[in-house]
């Protein structure tokens, strides 16, 4: 059964890097702007197939289209990148702190057994 859509903005952008296709059309727009035909080009898949990935990544804001002319060549948006690292660093500092606290215990069970083998010595 699939999930209902979320309105959480994180939740498309990592639906939308959860694709290793669209990870790969961002990392072609990371070196700059191109159209659909350029984006499709190393794919095996139709220029349609790359507008529904090219879709996804505008709904989730990586991704913007503009206009020159008649094309309208893509760009990467990374600001929602940014706004996914600063959540993830959240996440690592609570980790970090829950090592902190584990490598105190460990410390502190270590004493204590080391303690125990003295006590059984004498």
């Known amino acids: ?59 989730a804001g990586l991704v913007t289209a503009g206009v020159d002319g008649q094309r309208r060549p893509r760009r990467m948006n990374a600001a929602p990148l940014a706004e996914a690292a600063d959540a ?12 902190r606290r584990l490598d105190v215990l460990l410390e502190e069970m270590k004493a204590v057994e080391q303690q125990s083998r003295k006590g059984r010595e004498i």
Do not use: C
């Not at 939740?11 to 990870?23: I, S």
């Open 1 to 59: 059964m699939n999930a209902p859509p979320s309105s959480d903005p994180l939740d498309a952008l990592f639906a939308a890097l959860a694709d290793p296709t669209r990870r790969a059309i961002l990392a072609r727009l990371a070196e700059g702007e191109a159209t659909v035909a350029e984006l499709a080009a190393p794919f095996a898949m139709s220029q349609p197939a790359v507008s529904k990935h090219l879709k996804v990544l505008e709904r």
């Open 88 to 99: 993830i660093e959240r996440y690592r500092q609570i980790w970090e702190r829950n090592y």
